[in-house]
T-cell receptor
Framework: GENVEQHPSTLSVQEGDSAVIKCTYSDSASNYFPWYKQELGKGPQLIIDIRSNVGEKKDQRIAVTLNKTAKHFSLHITETQPEDSAVYFCAASTDSWGKLQFGAGTQVVVTP | DAGVIQSPRHEVTEMGQEVTLRCKPI?????LFWYRQTMMRGLELLIY????????DSGMPEDRFSAKMPNASFSTLKIQPSEPRDSAVYFC????????????FGDGTRLSIL
């Protein structure tokens, strides 16, 4: 089955700097790659997603890139703010039913 | 609009007791997912439904776990008998349509088995 690895496990950045989280996947049939943000005591919330027919997608300060050849995708957060502090999860799906395999998560801390 | 609603938010019970977790998906969504989150194993998909029918229950850890979806607006996840290793946060999520549509998560049930 699909295996998703996520790095780093923790990331500390100064407010205003950029943060980058990287994920690799094992199954070349994966075609959908969402990113979720989870705040303490809450459920994961989708922040951006990308499909295999697109190489890059951007939404304000957040962008995701996908390299199908290398089987990796990354989340980029620019101009980080304290409210960006949370745990971020990447995921991959090989089918259209929505069955997601999640990475282990990255704890992001933005310090003022 | 109301999101996915889970109850209870917290549950503490003794080993051997039956535990029932409840989920109300977003109205109109036709997919429902149950996940378990632990420090050791991360987020794991347990089972998911399409139009109230279980599609894939390969993530259900043991026969002690069962899930039902009697109608489009309600699902339960039951553990009987419960064990301390079942302690985790259980999430329900729902989505609409095929082709990997966004999954919307509830805020989870934190389950502690003593």
């Amino acid at each position: 089955g699909e295996n998703v690895e996520q790095h780093p496990s923790t990331l500390s950045v100064q407010e205003g700097d950029s943060a980058v989280i990287k994920c690799t996947y094992s199954d070349s049939a994966s075609n959908y790659f969402p990113w979720y943000k989870q705040e303490l005591g809450k459920g994961p919330q989708l922040i951006i997603d990308i499909r295999s027919n697109v190489g890059e997608k951007k939404d304000q300060r957040i962008a995701v890139t996908l390299n199908k050849t290398a089987k990796h995708f990354s989340l980029h957060i620019t101009e980080t703010q304290p409210e960006d502090s949370a745990v971020y999860f990447c995921a991959a799906s090989t089918d259209s039913w929505g069955k997601l395999q999640f990475g282990a998560g990255t704890q992001v801390v933005v310090t003022p | 609009d109301a999101g996915v609603i889970q109850s209870p938010r917290h549950e503490v019970t003794e080993m051997g007791q039956e535990v029932t977790l409840r989920c109300k998906p977003i109205s109109g969504h036709d997919y429902l997912f149950w996940y378990r989150q632990t420090m050791m194993r991360g987020l794991e998909l347990l089972i998911y439904f399409n139009n109230n029918v279980p599609i894939d229950d390969s993530g259900m850890p043991e026969d002690r776990f069962s899930a039902k979806m009697p109608n489009a607006s309600f699902s339960t996840l039951k553990i009987q008998p419960s064990e301390p290793r079942d302690s985790a946060v259980y999430f329900c999520a729902s989505s609409f349509g095929r082709n990997n549509q966004p999954q919307h998560f509830g805020d989870g049930t934190r389950l502690s088995i003593l």
